[in-house]
């Protein structure tokens, strides 16, 4: 059975975000499974996403380090609870804290790839690295702190 | 007469970019100016630049943050070699690394002002320090590492 993504599980009224959620349908919608130890997002950019002609605007680079991020530190969270994304209450991650660095230019034509790997989960805060590739070449590195958001926030 | 924004000395070519390009109809278009030893860009957020509702995406904030301060390095980097912006060679900056520090959630029905600081002008690197305020209270913190783009990229 195909697994579901991150995303897919978050209740409908977080389901909003531009980055990642499904139900924002002026958005980028992101979505982020699993792979081993690590988690993966492929995003296809569109063509008006440049930053200067045949490449991608460090903005939408940053946006899908950021929401990858934050999706993978709730799987993260959920998997070190024991618990399965589908469970209540639902726990859902802001940014406390994003970090790129671009390290060469991004082509717009292809499929990006975004990987991410969980460096510390303490409390309500995890930490994110990723890196973002491009035909196999890494040309971003990222990392995020996540905080979990207050319940109060979605009520 | 009123300051013309940064952005619109950016020439054809490089005026495409979807945070801050005149030219990309589905974009941003961000518009910065100097303000004193400041400069400042005001953004509207759209309905669907939401996280989660009420409060801004992250990401739009990060966006808003690198292109205001690739536009205020560019302005710099003239004031620095004592040109003015429409001179030519153009100059025009891209971000080598972009830091975001999320204060506190920033609403999403307010005019946002981000407010940026020249930190250091280096040969073809300028740091650039910023905030961003929704109706006077600060939300988040920006710091930027621009490089003077080559000129083969545009050509």
Redesign the interface.
């Known amino acids: 059975m195909p697994q579901k993504a991150f995303q897919d599980y978050y209740p409908d ?2 389901a ?4 990642c ?1 499904r139900l ?4 980028l919608q992101i979505k982020s499974f699993w792979e081993g130890d690590e988690t993966v997002c492929l995003f296809q950019p ?1 063509s ?6 045949g ?1 991608v ?4 680079i ?2 899908l380090i ?2 990858h991020s934050t999706g993978s530190a709730a799987a993260a969270a959920y998997l070190e609870a024991g618990r399965t994304m589908d469970s209540e209450p639902a726990m ?1 991650f ?9 390290l060469k ?1 991004t082509p717009l034509d292809v499929l990006l790839e975004v990987r991410a790997r969980i460096k510390e989960v303490k409390g309500r805060k995890v930490i994110v690295l990723s890196s973002l590739s491009a035909n196999g070449i890494l040309t971003a590195r990222g990392e995020v702190v996540a905080v979990q ?1 207050p319940e109060h ?2 009520q």
Do not use: K, Q, W
């Open positions: 009224n977080m909003y975000c531009y980055g959620g924002n349908e002026f958005g569109r008006y996403h440049i930053a200067i002609p490449y605007y460090g903005g939408l940053a946006s950021d929401c859902r802001l940014t406390a804290s994003l970090h790129v660095d671009y230019p958001a926030l979605f």
